[in-house]
C-alpha cells in the first residue's frame, strides 16, 4: 500500500493505493465516517487487476476539512472525487463506492459518462432523498442547530478506547474497524481524537428530493452492478430501492448475507463480485 496526497485547486485529498501504476485505474469512495481504509481488506485482492486508488472524502481521513462556513453534501464531494481524478490525469477509470461513497459514485457517474468505465456500488444507489415528510422540520432544525466545531472534541486514552466507541456505534467487529479507527484518528493531549471534521455529523439543511434522484438515475450510462446486504438495513428499503433501480438501463444486482460493511466482512466474496464484473 502506498500513502498518497493529492492536491486539488481547492482541498488536499488523501488516497492509499494498491498495484500496479499502469494498470487500469479503479477508484474508490467509502462510506460516512470512515476513510480509506475501509477497503484495507478488499483492495489488495483487486490489485492484482487494478490500480486501486481508494480517496478520503473532504472532512475525512487524512484529508483537508472545508473551510469555516461551508457545508458538507453530496455535490461537494462529486466536485472533489473529480477534481482528485483529474489531479491524477485519470481521464477514464473504474469507479466502486460504499454507502455515502456510493452515492456520490452514482452521481460522478452521471455528471461524467464519458469517463467512468463501470460502476460497482455496495449498499447503495444514489444520494439519501426525502419525500418531502420531514423537509420543513429538517431545514430549520439544521439552521437554527449551533455550528460544530473542533473544540471540545472527545480524547480517549488510547486506540482500543476509540476502538470500543466505534464498535459500540457502528456494527463492526473490532477487528474489522480497526483500520477505519486508527486511520481516523491523531495525537492530542492527553491521548486521541477522531480527525474526521466535527461538521460531517450535523443536520443536513436539504436533500435530493426522490424525483429528483431517479431523473438523475435515468441518466446513469455506465454499466452497473450493485451488491446489497441480506438483511437490508432500515434506509434501503426493497421497494424504494427497485424504483430507483428500475431507472437504470444497465444494472444487475446481487445480495450477500451479511452487514452494511460486506467488502470488511466477506472481502474475498466482494472481490470476485467486482472482479467478475470489471
Known amino acids: 500500500m502506498r500513502e498518497t496526497k493529492i492536491q486539488t485547486p481547492s482541498l488536499g485529498i488523501a488516497a492509499q493505493e494498491w498495484g500496479d501504476p499502469d494498470a487500469p485505474p479503479l477508484v474508490m469512495l467509502h462510506g460516512w465516517?470512515?476513510?480509506?481504509?475501509?477497503?484495507?481488506?478488499?483492495?489488495?485482492?483487486?490489485?492484482?487487476?487494478?490500480?486501486v486508488i481508494a480517496l478520503d472524502l473532504?472532512?475525512?481521513?487524512?484529508?483537508?476539512?472545508?473551510?469555516?462556513g461551508a457545508d458538507?453534501?453530496?455535490m461537494g464531494h462529486v466536485r472533489a472525487a473529480l477534481a482528485a481524478v483529474d489531479a491524477l490525469g485519470l481521464p477514464r477509470f473504474?469507479?466502486?463506492?460504499?454507502?455515502?461513497?456510493?452515492?456520490?459514485?452514482?452521481l460522478l457517474a452521471v455528471a461524467a459518462p464519458e469517463r467512468v468505465r463501470r460502476l460497482l456500488l455496495i449498499e447503495g444507489l444514489g444520494p439519501l432523498a426525502d419525500d418531502g415528510s420531514r423537509t420543513l422540520d429538517r431545514f430549520r432544525d439544521a439552521l437554527a442547530a449551533p455550528p460544530k466545531s473542533t473544540r471540545n472534541l472527545r480524547v480517549f486514552a488510547d486506540v482500543d478506547s476509540a476502538l470500543a466507541a466505534r464498535v459500540a456505534v457502528g456494527g463492526l467487529a473490532s477487528d474489522l474497524a480497526r483500520p477505519i479507527v486508527e486511520r481516523g484518528l491523531r495525537e492530542v493531549p492527553g491521548g486521541y481524537s477522531w480527525r474526521s471534521d466535527p461538521r460531517l455529523s450535523g443536520l443536513t439543511p436539504i436533500r435530493f428530493a426522490e424525483t429528483q434522484v431517479m431523473a438523475l438515475l435515468l441518466g446513469l450510462a455506465a454499466p452497473t452492478s450493485l451488491l446489497l446486504a441480506r438483511p437490508h438495513p432500515p434506509y434501503l428499503e426493497p421497494e424504494a430501492l427497485q424504483i430507483r433501480i428500475d431507472c437504470v438501463d444497465d444494472i444487475r444486482t446481487q445480495t450477500m448475507e451479511g452487514g452494511h460493511h460486506l467488502h470488511l466482512e466477506h472481502p474475498d466474496a466482494v472481490a470476485a463480485w467486482a472482479l467478475d464484473f470489471a
Open 33 to 51: 465516517l470512515d476513510n480509506a481504509a475501509s477497503f484495507d481488506l478488499l483492495a489488495p485482492h483487486l490489485a492484482k487487476r487494478f490500480r
Open 58 to 68: 473532504p472532512g475525512h481521513g487524512h484529508s483537508d476539512h472545508l473551510p469555516p
Open 72 to 74: 458538507y453534501h453530496y
Open 94 to 106: 473504474h469507479l466502486l463506492g460504499h454507502s455515502l461513497g456510493a452515492g456520490i459514485a452514482t
